[in-house]
């Protein structure tokens, strides 16, 4: 027999005991990083804005040639994500003890794996607003002609620093368990 009151009722995930932990050098690192990039792309779109054409490039194919153009006012959008992203990771960072983990949590193990998994997400924040960043340099660069395309090796590039950055995360992760 189904108890009714438990019916339909999802399991709720244990809370992680949640830990002071100071940031380390790398994660210093990619803050500022990351922080840096923000405040560039501001600046840099802020100063080259009056220069624009009206057309931009909006979308580029997976060889990185311009195929969708549309209003400089999408370069604001783009901007937009960036500085979401960054905040959105930001806050995400400082909140260790609610992520997933690959593998179990331990009183043992509970700090390395949350400085870990910390790292990872500053990491990636650094990574994806420089992308963002290099792609909105880009954009402007196509739009003015001073570049005609966001480049081939742009994506293969980006997927492989993305997926190494993760596969270097559970390398560590599964050696700290």
């Known amino acids: 027999m189904i108890d009714k009151s438990s019916a339909g009722k999802a399991m709720a995930k244990p809370m992680q005991t949640k830990l002071e932990i100071p940031r380390s050098r790398l994660e210093i690192y990619?803050?500022?990083?990351?922080?840096?990039?923000?405040?560039?792309?501001?600046?840099?779109?802020?100063?080259?804005?009056?220069?624009?054409?009206?057309?931009v490039p909006t979308h580029f194919n997976f060889a990185g040639t311009p195929d969708h153009w549309g209003s400089k006012y999408s370069l604001l959008?783009?901007?937009?994500?960036?500085?979401?992203?960054?905040?959105?990771?930001?806050?995400?960072?400082?909140?260790?003890?609610?992520?997933?983990?690959?593998?179990?949590?331990?009183?043992?193990?509970?700090?390395?794996?949350?400085?870990?998994?910390?790292?990872l997400v500053t990491a990636l924040k650094a990574e994806l607003v420089c992308v963002f960043i290099f792609m909105t340099w880009q954009t402007i660069g196509v739009a003015r002609g001073n570049a005609g395309d966001l480049t081939v090796w742009f994506t293969p590039v980006f997927l492989a620093i993305v997926f190494g950055t993760i596969a270097t995360y559970l390398f560590k992760a599964y050696r700290s368990r």
């Open 30 to 55: 990619f803050e500022v990083v990351a922080a840096v990039a923000v405040a560039f792309v501001f600046i840099y779109l802020s100063a080259t804005w009056t220069g624009l054409p009206d057309k």
């Open 77 to 119: 959008l783009l901007l937009g994500v960036t500085f979401v992203l960054y905040a959105g990771l930001s806050i995400l960072s400082r909140f260790p003890h609610i992520y997933n983990y690959a593998f179990a949590i331990t009183d043992e193990n509970r700090q390395r794996q949350y400085l870990l998994a910390r790292q």
